[in-house]
């Protein structure tokens, strides 16, 4: 009797492939990502892996950046099992692998995990191990127009100050041209305005919390940064600034309506390529701008794929993220797109390719911005926690969504920068002090 029902599954195993070919036994696997040009990128690509693995068949659901963080973290830690692979960053990764929320990347020797840039890997690990694989990582630039800036008799520093940048968007703003002076984030999230804003609070001197974790959001360094930012974008950003994030400030500058732009260095590839930039030839570099101290000017973070410990799928799940993060990858981008446009930021050999280093001007600025991110040292104060532009507690992605919707209405005119940070200080002390981080 068993025998005939062994034989019966591999007759209807025969007939499938037959009729359908393999993908009617392939396993389903479910992946969450952004709508970044790189992850639409790898999704147009993928057909390289089904194609390698015909036992595995992938479906794609991407999202705003907003959108994703929510949809992840909600089926990721009640475990709904609804995503099999998912998008997440260094702030996420290893608070959700202390809970037991995601399953450890077991790397083959032929990954090799060893070329992972150590910065990133460590954000990515917990308790050494690692839970997400970098898919590109990034740290945070001043991008420019070089004509405009010549025209204007402008120069710029590799590492300008922001009262440079106010003073280079003043002489460039040209509304009737068409042309802003600077482009910033001004959409509310933890991971939208608040992550320029992150790093601008650093340097301007300020920092989220104390040695005590009493929040100092209204405090004079808060009030400065966020002040010059209010100021900057209101006389020379584009109109309704409050609703750009990284995508829609990326089509306005690469469309040549952007004078300046302080943003995330993944944006370099796109924006030296002449099928997507109207500015590319004359797209310009430099590092993330500084006040009054270089400490955490330039953010620090790795868009990276994980597996949900509530995937039913891990193995399938574990071949395609290694496949994603993979060197072959990368090469597969550069033949298909050109070297410019490999997904960096992730391993120190990315940087050793001549190809890769003639063909991204921005590259060298990329790994020096990123070289130079401490996320264990990124305030001029001594403060308890780890992260650049963000603060690596369960608590922060609520602080963070209260404090960047309170400086967007500030933006948006609604409120005082005074007003907004004092409602964003109250707030956040009473999460801080029911989170139990004091009485």
Not at 17 to 30: F, M, Q, R
Not at 302 to 311: D, E, R, V
Request: hydrophobic share 40%.
């Amino acid at each position: 009797m068993k025998t005939k029902r062994c034989w019966n599954r591999l007759h209807v195993a025969v007939l499938c492939l037959g009729a359908w070919g393999a993908n009617c036994l392939a396993t389903d696997i479910t992946v969450a990502t952004v709508n970044n040009r790189q992850m639409i990128e790898m999704q147009k690509l993928s057909v390289h892996f089904e194609k390698a693995n015909p036992d595995i068949r992938l479906k794609w659901t991407t999202m705003e950046e907003a959108d994703l963080r929510q949809r992840v973290s909600a089926d990721v830690t009640h475990k709904g099992g609804q995503f099999d692979v998912v998008t997440i960053g260094m702030y996420e990764t290893p608070i959700w692998a202390a809970k037991g929320w995601l399953r450890e990347i077991t790397p083959t020797d032929a990954y090799n995990v060893k070329d992972l840039i150590p910065t990133v890997r460590d954000g990515l690990s917990y308790n050494k191990r690692l839970y997400a694989a970098p898919f590109y990582g990034e740290g945070s630039m001043t991008m420019y127009r070089t004509d405009l800036f010549d025209k204007a008799g402008l120069s710029i520093h590799n590492r300008p100050t922001w009262e440079q940048i106010a003073a280079a968007a003043a002489k460039i703003h040209n509304p009737a041209a068409g042309v802003y002076g600077i482009c910033l984030r001004g959409r509310a999230g933890w991971g939208d305005n608040m992550a320029l804003l992150g790093t601008m609070v650093n340097t301007f001197g300020g920092q989220w919390f104390d040695m005590a974790w009493r929040p100092q959001i209204h405090t004079k360094p808060w009030k400065d940064a966020v002040s010059f930012y209010v100021k900057l974008l209101t006389q020379y950003g584009p109109p309704n600034a409050v609703a750009n994030s990284f995508n829609e400030n990326l089509d306005l500058f690469a469309q040549g309506k952007c004078g300046i732009w302080v943003d995330a260095t993944s944006a370099g590839g796109a924006l030296i390529d002449s099928k997507f930039s109207k500015v590319a030839s004359v797209t310009g570099f430099s590092l993330a701008p500084t006040a009054v101290t270089p400490k955490g000017a330039g953010w620090l973070w790795s868009w990276a794929l994980a597996i949900p410990a509530s995937s039913k799928n891990a193995d399938a799940a574990q071949r395609f993220v290694q496949w994603a993060t993979s060197e072959p990858y990368l090469r597969l981008v550069a033949q298909t797109n050109g070297w410019a446009a490999m997904p960096s930021g992730t391993r120190l050999s990315t940087y050793q390719r001549p190809e890769f280093t003639k063909a991204a001007r921005f590259a060298m600025t990329e790994a020096i911005a990123m070289v130079t991110a401490n996320p264990r040292d990124a305030t001029e104060g001594k403060a308890p926690y780890v992260g650049v532009q963000f603060v690596a507690i369960p608590e922060f992605q609520d602080i963070g969504e209260i404090t960047g919707a309170e400086i967007r209405d500030a933006l948006a005119g609604k409120q005082t920068v005074d007003q907004a940070l004092q409602k964003a200080q109250a707030k956040t002390d009473q999460l801080m002090r029911l989170a139990g981080y004091y009485p």
